[in-house]
């Protein structure tokens, strides 16, 4: 008897550690994460022309970028596409659509569903959506342009 509760101590003690370390690793990963986005949006405050950064978010599509939402001196808002630390793509928020536009132009094209996330990323040197819709047991990824609202790629997953 004394064999069998000594082994299952040293499991689930075993199980615990695990659970432990995983949570551990997942913390360090989140605040890597959110370290990474805040020297981004400290090195965009400095520069000349930014009053100031509202949003920034990574972006990791074909290749891996930073889209920052920015407030310029002239108190115009600008989206800043940034990849190895220059500034590739600059952008005026009123030319693009909104995230919620391109959200309503995904489900309208699939009729129906739920908008899992929907990322502002740039394919072709244009600024896009990536959308993601799913419907019962298929997803539908939609790339929809933010200037124009034109459907550039769309597949599904099922």
């Not at 008897?1 to 000594?6: C, D, E, L, R």
Request: aromatic residues 12%; charged residues 20%.
């Amino acid at each position: 008897m004394n064999k069998k509760n000594k082994w299952l101590k040293r499991s689930v003690l075993l199980i615990i550690v695990i659970l432990c370390s995983g949570l551990i690793l997942l913390a360090s990963y989140v605040l890597q994460y959110n370290k990474t986005l805040m020297t981004y949006q400290k090195s965009l405050a400095n520069l000349p022309e930014v009053s100031e950064v509202l949003e920034i978010a990574e972006y990791s599509g074909q290749e891996q970028y930073y889209v920052a939402k920015v407030l310029l001196t002239s108190n115009k808002e600008y989206y800043y596409f940034i990849k190895d630390n220059t500034v590739d793509f600059s952008y005026p928020v009123e030319e693009l659509m909104t995230p919620e536009q391109a959200a309503q132009k995904a489900l309208s094209l699939i009729g129906q569903g739920i908008v899992k996330h929907y990322y502002l990323g740039i394919y072709d040197e244009k600024p896009v959506y990536e959308v993601l819709v799913s419907l019962g047991d298929e997803e539908h990824y939609i790339i929809i342009d933010a200037k124009t609202g034109d459907v550039l790629l769309q597949f599904d997953i099922k």
